[in-house]
């Protein structure tokens, strides 16, 4: 019954991961607040009961992989036509803490609960966003 739980609880995970970036894709658009991002895959993660880290769902990237604007409710930064991000929301079991592992790059849950986690590449458009990366249904 714990696997058949596991898998259950790992499946919406993962549709609750897709259902936010589809949120904050709808939001995206030159001179929306990065903040505004942000609360919109937060709505929906909040809505399933999963925790969500606090921190960020997302940022900008160019000259470094992790660069501004953080996509973070704190994140005044205005979308603007050609800027290039990175759309990353995470859900974990018991916890809303991230905790960087100590070769500065891998984040995990602070508990290393179970966690869902995707990213999408996309640019901001005129109108919109762009996904550049693969898009697989679920």
């Avoid at 549709?15 to 970036?21: F, G, H, S, Y």
């Avoid at 606090?54 to 973070?72: K, M, R």
Wanted: proline letters at 6%.
């Amino acid at each position: 019954r714990a696997a058949i739980k596991t898998a259950k609880t790992s499946v919406d995970a993962w549709a609750t991961i897709v259902r936010a970036q589809e949120a904050m894709l709808a939001t995206i658009r030159p001179g929306v607040r990065a903040a505004d991002v942000f609360a919109a895959g937060n709505r929906v993660l909040a809505g399933m009961g999963f925790g969500r880290p606090s921190q960020y769902c997302g940022h900008g990237i160019g000259v470094d992989v992790v660069e501004p604007p953080y996509l973070a409710a704190a994140g005044d930064h205005l979308l603007e036509p050609g800027m290039v991000l990175a759309l990353e929301p995470w859900v974990m079991t018991d916890t809303d803490e991230l905790a960087m592992d100590p070769d500065g790059w891998t984040l995990r849950s602070a508990t290393g609960c179970l966690t869902a986690h995707s990213e999408h590449t996309i640019a901001i458009t005129d109108d919109g966003a762009e996904i550049l990366t693969l898009r697989r249904p679920l």
